[in-house]
């Protein structure tokens, strides 16, 4: 295992989700520095979240996308009686899975890059299994429409629930006096948070990127990121890490 000694690394999860990854680097000997570009908040209208605990019993499966979907949705969702036994759960990625878990729900999750294109090979999400069902996706507002949209053409009826959102959080100060030797950044909004945040400065261009997926690594390059890209290969904490290591080889 790469060792990360003397190496600063930029950690641009949500500071409620970051706390892992800066986990990972210190075990590796790295130092992690903590500059968060997205802020979870809630949504403003629950209405479409407080409908849907209304019929739940007419659902068929609710999908997560996220480990935020699960902690914003769930509250409203149990306050008033537990889930059907009927609802299948599937969550979109490996932390969103053990999320539920923590709830106490049992859940479905794709393999490996723990995507939508993951989510839409299960044989649970293939037309004859998904055909005339009820199925609600959490989410945050804005995000792809691939999964919705291929379940559609599946023949599911297919309900969106913005139950949070993000906004770009202030820049620190103290972030222009810090060297960083390695970024990582998980989402493609943000990547351009964090230029935003920097004021696109030239060094974001020419240091080591650690991504999450290929839109990321993708996005990066029309922002005209020169430094090695990396991805993750795997979309998790110990995914990210290892790319991390091979950044600093």
């Not at 500059?35 to 605990?53: G, H, Q, T, Y």
């Not at 149990?78 to 049992?106: D, F, H, I, N, S």
């Not at 199925?135 to 629930?161: D, S």
């Amino acid at each position: 295992m790469t060792k990360l000694t003397g190496i600063n690394v930029l950690v641009t999860r949500p500071a409620h989700q970051s706390e892992h990854l800066c986990q990972l680097i210190e075990a590796a000997g790295g130092q992690p520095v903590r500059l968060p570009v997205i802020e979870i908040v809630e949504s403003d209208d629950k209405s479409a979240l407080f409908d849907c605990r209304a019929r739940l019993d007419e659902l068929d499966i609710a999908i997560f996308i996220s480990a935020n979907a699960v902690e914003k949705a769930l509250p409203t969702l149990l306050a008033q009686r537990g889930l059907p036994a009927q609802l299948q759960l599937v969550a979109v990625g490996k932390r969103t899975a053990e999320t539920l878990k923590a709830w106490a729900l049992t859940t479905l999750c794709p393999a490996p890059p723990f995507n939508s294109e993951a989510m839409l090979a299960m044989p649970q999400m293939q037309p004859a299994a998904v055909q005339r069902k009820q199925i609600v996706i959490f989410r945050g507002e804005g995000g792809r429409e691939l999964l919705a949209e291929t379940l559609r053409q599946r023949g599911a009826t297919v309900n969106y629930i913005n139950v949070y959102r993000r906004v770009q959080p202030p820049t620190p100060a103290w972030i222009n006096d810090t060297q960083i030797d390695i970024l990582t950044v998980t989402s493609v909004e943000g990547l351009h948070n964090l230029f935003t945040m920097l004021d696109g400065q030239a060094w974001l261009r020419h240091t080591p990127l650690v991504v999450m997926s290929e839109r990321v690594r993708s996005e990066a390059q029309k922002l005209g990121v020169s430094a090695p890209i990396l991805v993750a290969p795997t979309a998790s904490d110990e995914g990210l890490l290892s790319a991390v290591q091979q950044a600093a080889i």
